[in-house]
């Protein structure tokens, strides 16, 4: 079955720039999105269809899709960014996949 | 801004069954699929059923077919999640979320959560 592969934990100092991968067979080929989860919170949306940004997402989030990666970028990353980060795909048109999710900490 | 509030979860024994409930207001209902999302204690996110907006195309999550059932109220704005057999596996906090975009290639995604509500099977 497909799936997505993400790094368990990234880390990064404050104000410099953090990136977070999710591997797919193809992923390329087909469109990523990224939700943010603080601790205890719901999931928030903050990249979708690859590269675009819903309204309120702050512009240091950008995103990118190629080949088998996609990767969320995080430019100047604050403080307030730690957070759990998934990925998400469609496998087909009926059904959906997340990665196992990337620990975010800033510090 | 949309609301989603989730509802209906609680303990339940093995092979027992539950049916959650998500009241969604502050947007039009019924003109978008809906999904459920769930996540176990310490995990990631598994997406569980998603149901378009007539209610007649319903997807599920191989790991949830045959047990459970997504459906909708269109007239009452509420979103549900029929749960049978339940398993120890199943334990998780439930989202409800709104899903767009779901006419473009591989576009689809989730805009919108609910908090979430907590399923636990224990005896």
């Known amino acids: 079955s497909y799936g997505l592969t993400q790094p368990p934990s990234v880390s990064v100092p404050p104000g410099q720039t953090a990136n977070i991968t999710c591997s797919g067979d193809k992923l390329g080929d087909r469109f990523a999105c990224w939700y943010q989860q603080r601790p205890g919170q719901s999931p928030v949306l903050v990249i979708f269809q690859d590269n675009k940004r819903p309204s309120g997402i702050p512009e240091r989030f950008s995103g990118s899709n190629s080949g088998n990666t996609a990767t969320l970028t995080i430019s100047g990353a604050q403080a307030l960014d730690e957070a759990d980060y998934y990925c998400q795909a469609w496998v087909s048109s009926t059904a959906v996949v997340f990665g196992g999710g990337t620990k975010l900490t800033v510090l | 801004e949309v609301q989603l509030v989730e509802s209906g979860g609680g303990l339940v024994q093995p092979g027992g069954s539950l049916r959650l409930s998500c009241a969604a207001s502050?947007?039009?209902?019924?003109?978008?699929?809906m999904t459920w999302v769930r996540q176990a204690p310490g995990k990631g996110l598994e997406w569980v059923a998603t149901?378009?907006?007539?209610?007649?195309?319903?997807y599920y999550a191989d790991s949830v077919k045959g047990r459970f059932t997504i459906s909708r109220d269109n007239a009452k704005n509420s979103l549900y999640l029929e749960m049978m057999s339940l398993r120890a596996e199943d334990t998780a906090v439930f989202y409800c979320?709104?899903?767009?975009?779901?006419?473009?290639?591989?576009?689809?995604?989730?805009?919108?959560w609910g908090q979430g509500t907590l399923v636990a099977v224990s005896s």
């Open positions: 149901i378009n907006q007539g209610g007649n195309e319903k």
């Open positions: 502050r947007f039009t209902f019924s003109a978008n699929w």
């Open positions: 979320a709104r899903l767009l975009d779901v006419y473009v290639a591989s576009g689809g995604y989730f805009d919108f």
